[in-house]
């Protein structure tokens, strides 16, 4: 069966990793994946990734990141905004602030993908692709 949402896939993926508490979940490589896996590194959110060339497409190898004295996942929560059938575009200013500005807000703009604060930074709307905390 193919997948119609990549980018649902490759966070439900995070996640039930998470759920299952492994240290590494593999996931198959894109552009808007390879640019979340990214923010997802920056933003402190996963330990490390590695791209790699397997197959056609490539994989991302993700290390997830946990708390030592609870052995609680980093991320809380993740999810999907835009869907393939119900799109969601905001201009600069109407980018949403998540959990009082504690979470990132992952959005898809004409300057490439970036958090919602590097976006409003640079004043550029798009594409509201995902959120977590």
Known sequence: MA???TIADFLTRIRNAQMAEHRIVSVP?????RAITEILYDQGFIHKYR???EGHQ???NIALKYNRQTKSPTIKKIGRISK????QYVPASDIPRIINGL????????KGV?????????NVGGELVCYLY
């Open 84 to 87: 393939p059938g119900y799109r």
């Open 103 to 110: 979470g990132v807000v992952i959005v898809s703009t004409s």
């Open 3 to 5: 997948v119609t949402d």
């Open 29 to 33: 490589s894109s552009k808007m994946r």
């Open 51 to 53: 791209f790699t060339d």
């Open 114 to 122: 970036m958090t919602g604060k590097q976006a409003k930074q640079q």
């Open 58 to 60: 490539g994989m991302i």
